[in-house]
């Protein structure tokens, strides 16, 4: 039986700049059920990450105004203390970035750091140093207990990410949130981890976060897709939504501008204009500079959401969508 694991109901994250407010993230819903991968894909600084930061009170603290609710395993994580919420992170929430080395300590070999998250378990020493060599064999890391005991700067960009991904492991979370895991990484070691992810899901049902501006990652990986523009979610659907029938301009002209062959060219290509700023935004649909099918009540009305199946929807003021 489908059972969801975290909803967001209307995120809207405002940070304070100099001239106002930024609207970052605005009226963002979606939930994600045990056991699925969900793509969160658009353009660099459509919101992406704003919205993990926000699911994990990870975001600087000083310039942010968030409203909305976060509801995980049925609590309302706003409600939570962050001393609560620090026992969310890592052990019920895990979360891996682009750039493993941000999140590596230098001085301290990487066994010892995978050791540290299994020893707030009350675990002795030695069985969590057997649980991280078992770790790295899991992760597919070469000569695991060599690896344990080396330097995050000894490694390659790939062996880090599985450390990062390993660390990630060793607290089995309900939910992990991967933040473009594979953007630094050649092809091949990008499939690796993606198996590694997907193995993740399918033994331990874990829920998988996916942020990405790669397509081609989505079509290989995800069940579900979010196609985030400036702050908004445009479309949302089954990745077969998205890809065979996509409604919304936006992930129509996406999709055209999607060449096939290779992971590299899965990458969003550059489409005309670009993105409003997003201080003092006013209503309307933030596309419409963009959008070939731009008229009168565009500028001056929200879109609607348009329901195109139970699973399928998509903002906008053309009932069906971009021709
Ligand atoms: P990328 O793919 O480049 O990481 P993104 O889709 O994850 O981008 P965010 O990093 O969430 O996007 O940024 C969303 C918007 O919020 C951008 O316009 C960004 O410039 C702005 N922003 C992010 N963090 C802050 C901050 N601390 N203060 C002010 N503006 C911010
Ligand atoms: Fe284009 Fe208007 Fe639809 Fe926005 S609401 S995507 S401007 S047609």
Not at 21 to 33: M, R
Not at 43 to 69: F, M, Q, W, Y
Request: with cysteine; proline share 4%.
């Amino acid at each position: 039986m489908r059972e969801e694991l975290l909803r967001l109901n209307n995120l809207c994250v405002d940070y304070r700049v100099k001239d106002g407010y930024l609207s970052a993230v605005k009226d963002v819903s979606f939930s994600i059920e045990k056991g699925e991968i969900f793509a969160i894909v658009g353009e660099s600084g459509c919101g992406k990450s704003t919205i993990a930061h926000s699911i994990l009170r990870l975001l600087p603290d000083h310039n942010e105004v968030i409203k909305g609710n976060i509801i995980f395993n049925g609590e309302n994580l706003n409600q939570y203390s962050d001393k609560q919420m620090e026992a969310v992170r890592g052990k019920k929430i895990g979360m891996i970035f682009q750039n493993p080395l941000d999140s590596l300590n230098p001085v301290y070999t990487t066994g010892k750091q995978v050791a540290e998250g299994i020893m707030l378990d009350k675990v002795t020493r030695e069985e969590a140093w057997k649980r991280v060599v078992n770790l790295y064999n899991d992760v597919k890391m070469p000569d695991a207990e060599r690896r344990a005991n080396s330097f995050p700067h000894e490694l390659s960009g790939g062996m880090r990410q599985r450390v990062m991904i390993a660390m990630m492991l060793a607290r089995t979370p309900q939910l992990l949130i991967a933040d473009e895991p594979t953007t630094a990484l050649d092809v091949t070691i990008e499939a690796q981890i993606l198996n590694i992810i997907k193995s993740l899901r399918d033994e331990h049902n874990t829920s998988v976060m996916l942020i990405t501006h790669n397509f081609g990652l989505v079509a290989e990986v995800a069940d579900k897709v979010a196609v985030m523009y400036a702050g908004e979610v445009a479309e949302q659907g089954t990745v077969f939504d998205i890809f065979d029938n996509p409604k919304h301009p936006y992930t129509k002209l996406l999709m055209k501008a999607l060449p096939r062959k290779t992971k590299k060219e899965g990458r969003l290509q550059t489409i005309e204009g670009s993105v409003p700023r997003l201080t003092g935004v006013k209503r309307g649909c933030r596309f419409e500079n963009r959008c070939p099918y731009s008229m009168d009540i565009c500028r001056t009305e929200n879109p609607p959401k348009i329901n195109v199946t139970d699973s399928h929807f998509f903002n906008c003021h053309l009932e069906k969508g971009g021709e």
